[in-house]
């Protein structure tokens, strides 16, 4: 049958690209009837225009049914949820019959029956003809539908199935979410166009019978063929310029905006318009958390500004071309993009690659059909740069024939591919998730050799980039800021797409938003679709956040007296921007003044300050004006500079002993446990602690990292606390040895208790490791509760506003901050070790003041570390009665072990001997 069959539809109408045009149109979008079936083998009687569908259901279109109560989505990012057996499926194969009537205007003649997207097997018919069927879920067909059209009323009905044998082709690390997702029409448009426009003005277009305009730039009536050139303003990503173009045809004309610019590889380096070009890139799926990949104008335009606002300036779309109206807007607010055909085989690696669709000529004409349509589609989008022919997709005869194709279509643009490592078949050497020392063996030539001597020499003459990096699952990603120091190093080093774009959650009545086997799927891989820079409901996570600090295009070099700007820009000088320099002392701004900054960057005198205290000097660097993709005001960069260290403190002479007073030792307003020396009353407030905590909840990384397994087989989240001597006089001395059961490794913590004469309580605690400590730790510090009614607030001077971890945080800037304990928390859509903020120096948490000496790491939970460990969605953390503060001297790295390298060697936490100090003073 036909879902078993490897050719990729019939009755389909050749590709052409996607145009705006006068002719005659009608949506079709809107409410169908709708009836879902178990299997495939049901009868087509529903496509006669007599069937009486009046029992069915209605259904959105578009839309995915599993969202809409008719089934469950299922999540799986490389195992197929069937058995490799290709082209065959399964029996049980879901099967959605849509039918839709609508009335034809008069006079209408002809016309194209289109469809944007539908997952993964559509069969369509018109008044009871059946017009074809295609595959290729996220590409156009187009049927002709004027034999077919009646005068007034029309039955349209479309049978998908969820399985087919294009379900190989289309194994995409997402859900599985069948249906008819992307727009429906019905148009007389026929006309098809190519525009070729270079950076340096040439125009010519391919578009028989048709005579192009550019009224902006005095063309009127160029015929197809003829090239002209013009004096122009270049497109990129920086500077979209956009000119606004018409071709007419005899029976319409279609509208397009035209972008000047060229793509080229010369000496192994990626240029645009002749200029070196450096990808600071994102991969964007396609989704909604309600909607799926039916994704809403609104939410691409939102996507695309955050993005911008964010300074990315790439996209990859991962793995399959977007919906067209998303193409528009990289062209018009500029983003580069490459530009992915709709194939991935992943799932064939778990066998070997044994029958993969890529080496098998029997799957030749699908996949060669599918670069086609992305190609016939998207070619006259500026920001379209590269194309890729897939994703994971092995290696294989049929990429020659993808990129053959593509090439002789299409020479302006390069070829992408990452799952051949020989690149043999494209023109840019792409790795995911190598490490950084292999990056920057790449960027120096120095990378391991082919066997093959000319493909080796091939492939270094090809500039280099990351289609992935940077796993952004859960806490993280670390390391960026030291891959981005390689990109700007190396010129071979073109940059690359952070993985990935959004949390793929699906909005849950129950646990919020749920990933991989919520839905009760035999076969899933959990939480891996939680990978996102934006949570599911598109709010920043502190990865983007850090992002946007590591991909500015304007960096600041501090000198004494005096800051040299940096233009970062590939394309523009720094006209757009003002630059505003603030002193704070404290955390409190005491002078602010405007800085006269050249177009082209250059050294700026600073302003005299007279520091008091810690002072610190921001510059921060914001749009003057308006812009397509944010307001005035909005800072593009930043960066600071400490002026004065902060003032030694100092204090008089403690005249205060500790004396024991029943159960307890008591000084100056503080009890401590007379038996374990433990704190139980601080300036009268009842707590408990702080005692040593080597421990966290474990992060994506941690657990990918194996770090998890062996922290729970070492025992770090069940220490045991041995007091072995509490020694009372002008100190409070306590001995205690801090070890897990079953081993011999543990750690000797001294606690030394002094009070100083304005009332401050001050502890020292000596930490000393025994035995063989093999493998990292989780934390080095020091956890207390305190009554939940305590602390609402906290306020503190060091950085922030938001978390920071050892090879992360690059976004948080020193000053003084403010949040509550729930704004403290960072909702990681599966919850793990969150909210550290790094390098206070000072936290006012209401009741009482913390100091470092000099800073320390804070978090503060209104549950604990063992609940937020045991946590698997958000609600499962419920607020307790206890505030958990945590006060740290130092935590482990996280790295992007999710996929791709572990903490770098400089972010792990060994054990050694340290001495942490802390002071604690009365509200």
């Known amino acids: 049958m036909d879902l078993e069959t490897f050719t990729p539809g019939s009755g389909l109408l050749e590709p052409r690209a996607a145009l705006r045009s006068d002719a005659p149109a009608l949506d079709l979008n809107g409410t169908w009837r709708f009836r879902l079936s178990p299997t495939a083998n049901v009868p087509d009687d529903f496509a006669q225009p007599s069937y009486d569908a009046a029992d069915w259901d209605e259904l959105p279109v578009p839309s995915h049914w599993p969202l809409h109560g008719y089934g469950a989505p299922a999540y799986t990012n490389v195992v197929f949820p069937f058995p490799v057996d290709p082209p065959h499926v399964p029996n049980e194969n879901p099967t959605g019959d849509y039918r839709r009537t609508f009335d034809l205007p008069e006079d ?45 009323r029309n ?71 003829t090239e002209i050139t013009l004096d122009v303003e270049p497109w990129t990503a920086e500077t979209p310029r956009l000119y606004d173009a018409v071709v007419t045809f005899p029976g319409e004309t279609v509208s397009l905006r035209i972008g000047f610019r060229t793509i080229s590889i010369v000496d192994g380096v990626l240029l645009a318009n002749g200029s070196p070009l450096l990808l600071k890139g994102v991969n964007r799926h396609e989704f909604h958390p309600e909607r799926g990949r039916a994704v809403p104008y609104e939410t691409m335009r939102a996507d695309v500004l955050l993005m911008k606002q964010h300074n990315v300036n790439a996209v990859r779309t991962s793995h399959y071309p977007p919906h067209p109206a998303f193409l528009d807007l990289c062209d018009e607010l500029g983003l580069w993009v490459i530009d992915e055909c709709d194939l991935e085989t992943h799932g064939f690696g778990e066998v070997d690659w044994r029958g993969n669709p890529t080496d098998d000529p029997r799957w030749a004409g699908a996949l060669l059909d599918r670069m086609r ?75 391991d050799p082919l066997d093959d001597p000319e493909l080796d020499a091939r492939r270094r003459a090809m500039p280099f980039l990351q289609c992935e990096y940077a796993h952004a699952m859960g806490n993280g990603p670390g390391g960026l800021a030291e891959y981005q120091e390689l990109f700007a190093r190396y010129p071979r080093l073109a940059g690359g797409f952070i993985w990935e774009w959004i949390d793929h959650g699906i909005v849950h009545p129950q646990l919020e938003y749920a990933y991989g086997g919520d839905y009760g799927e035999p076969v899933h891989d959990s939480n891996f679709v939680i990978d996102g820079l934006v949570f599911p409901d598109r709010t920043p996570s502190p990865g983007l956040i850090d992002l946007k600090k590591v991909f500015e295009p304007v960096t600041f070099d501090f000198g004494d007296g005096v800051v040299r700007v940096v233009n970062g820009y590939d394309f523009r000088d720094l006209s757009h921007l003002e630059f505003v320099a603030t002193v704070e002392a404290e955390g409190e701004t005491v002078a602010e003044h405007r800085l006269e900054v050249p177009a082209g960057g250059g050294e ?100 990918h990292a194996g770090l998890e397994g062996k922290w729970r087989a070492l025992g770090l989240h069940r220490l045991t606390h041995r007091v072995d001597d509490v020694e009372v006089g002008d100190a409070l001395t306590v001995r205690t040895r801090v070890a897990p059961a079953a081993t011999d490794v543990g750690m000797r913590a001294i606690y030394r208790w002094t009070l100083a004469g304005d009332g401050g309580l001050l502890l020292s605690l000596d930490l000393e490791p025994e035995g063989e400590w093999r493998d990292p730790i989780a934390r080095l510090g020091v956890t207390m509760t305190l009554p939940g009614t305590a602390v609402e607030r906290v306020t503190w001077f060091g950085r922030g506003p938001g978390e920071a971890y050892p090879d992360t945080g690059m976004a948080a800037r020193v000053g003084r901050w403010t949040a509550s304990i729930d704004e403290l ?27 470092g000496d000099p800073v320390f790491g804070m978090t503060a939970r209104r549950w604990s570390i063992d609940e937020l460990a045991a946590a698997t969605h958000r609600p499962d953390l419920v607020p307790g ?43």
């Open 108 to 152: 209408w003649t002809g016309g194209r029956l289109r469809f944007e997207g539908a997952d993964s097997f559509a069969r369509v018919w018109l008044n009871g003809h059946e017009l074809g069927f295609w595959t290729g879920s996220r590409l156009p067909a187009e049927f002709d539908a004027g034999p077919w059209l009646r005068p007034g």
């Open 155 to 225: 039955v349209l009905a479309v049978r998908v199935h969820q399985w087919s044998a294009a379900s190989y082709l289309e194994d995409q690390d997402m859900w599985w979410l069948p249906g008819i997702f992307r727009d429906v029409t019905l148009t007389r448009s026929a006309a098809d166009v190519f525009v070729h426009a270079s950076h340096d003005g040439r125009l010519s277009f391919e578009g028989e019978g048709g005579l192009l305009s550019i009224p902006e730039l005095g063309v009127a009536d160029l015929e197809p063929g």
């Open 373 to 447: 349509r992305m190609v016939e589609r998207d070619k006259n989008h500026p920001s379209v740069i590269m194309w890729s022919l897939g994703n994971e997709a092995g290696v294989g005869r049929n990429l020659a024939v993808m990129a053959d194709w593509a090439r002789e279509r299409d020479p302006s643009r390069p070829i992408h591919y990452e799952g051949d490592w020989t690149c043999a078949h494209t023109d840019v050497y792409s790795r995911m998730y190598a490490s950084h020392a292999e990056v920057e063996a790449i960027g120096r030539l120095a990378e």
């Open 604 to 703: 700026v005198k600073l302003p005299e300050a007279a520091p008091s205290g810690e002072c610190w000097l921001t510059v921060r660097a914001l749009l003057s004006g308006d812009q397509p993709w944010a307001e005035a005001g909005h800072e593009v960069a930043w960066g600071q500079k400490l002026l004065a260290p902060p003032a030694p403190r100092t204090a008089s002479a403690t005249l205060v002993t500790f004396v024991r007073d029943g159960d307890e030792i008591v000084a100056s307003g503080c009890g401590f446990d007379a038996e374990t020396g433990r704190l139980v009353r601080l300036f009268g407030l009842e707590v408990e602690g702080p005692r040593l905590d080597l421990w966290r909840a474990p992060t994506d990384n941690d657990r």
């Open 825 to 851: 928390q960072t909702p990681y859509v599966y919850p793990q070790e969150n909210g550290l903020r790094a390098d206070v120096r000072w936290a006012d948490f209401g009741a009482f003041t913390v100091s």
């Open 881 to 923: 009665d206890r505030v958990h503060l945590h006060l740290d001297l130092a935590h482990q790295g996280i790295g992007t072990a999710t996929c791709g390298p572990g903490t770098l060697p400089q972010y792990e936490l060994r054990a050694q001997a340290a001495t942490f100090t802390l002071r604690f003073d009365p509200a």
